[in-house]
């Protein structure tokens, strides 16, 4: 059974920083593509970012680029998104997705999503 787990979200001022993790079982981790994908109150899902099997290879969405790193650990079967710079508008739900390039998976390889809020 696939299972994404993400941790590390919480709620932060502008400007700070936040490390989310995927804990992910159930399949062979270092054959997937992975993704990061978010969604704010009110609004679609939104790509955040991806990275090859790895982890040589990353792209982001132009919202985020040069703020936040999108990383992974295969021996420990781990994603991982350090966010900083933090905007109000980076605020949502973030999803760990097996997955994608570009573009959010299907919702069904989507976890069950941390959330991050960004106040002052």
């Known amino acids: 059974q696939v299972q994404l787990e993400e941790s590390g979200g919480g709620s932060v001022q502008p400007g700070g920083s936040l490390r989310l993790s995927c804990a992910a079982s159930?399949?062979?981790?270092?054959?997937?593509?992975m993704s990061w994908v978010r969604q704010a109150p009110g609004k679609g899902p939104e790509w955040v970012s991806s990275?090859?099997?790895?982890?040589?290879?990353?792209i982001y969405t132009d919202a985020v680029k040069g703020r936040f790193t999108i990383s992974r650990d295969n021996a420990k079967k781990t994603l991982y998104l350090q966010m900083s710079g933090l905007k109000p508008d980076d605020a949502g739900v973030y999803y760990c997705?097996?997955?994608?390039?570009?573009?959010?998976?299907?919702?069904?390889?989507w976890g069950q999503g941390t959330q991050v809020t960004v106040s002052s």
């Open positions: 159930g399949f062979s981790f270092s054959t997937y593509l």
């Open positions: 990275i090859d099997f790895s982890g040589a290879n990353t």
């Open positions: 997705a097996r997955g994608g390039w570009g573009s959010a998976p299907h919702r069904a390889d």
